[in-house]
């Protein structure tokens, strides 16, 4: 998964690159990480697009969003919030300063 961060990728996807069923992947993901293959991934991706914009360089959200295959950035500015408390253009402008 970490290998195709910014690709899309589905859950069928990385049970087929498992060698896994989807069922199978899910309950092994719950069992070990707590949570689905899925929101594992978004969570990767946040945490990604927080560490790009924490050194100030990117050029915009967008730009980093897109580059760990973030395509709505509705909901990308919304998970940002709930996960660090506050939105992905605010970490910019404070990595600016």
Known sequence: MLEHVA?????????????????????????????????????VRLLMARQQLETGEPRSVADVARSVGITHMG?????????????PAETLRAARR
């Open 7 to 43: 690709e899309h990728v589905t859950v069928d996807d990385v049970a087929a690159a498992a060698r896994m069923s989807t069922r199978g992947l899910q309950s092994a993901f719950q069992r070990i990480h707590g949570t689905t293959p899925m929101s594992y991934l978004r969570n």
């Open 75 to 87: 909901r990308f500015s919304g998970a940002y919030r709930e996960e660090f408390g506050e939105l």
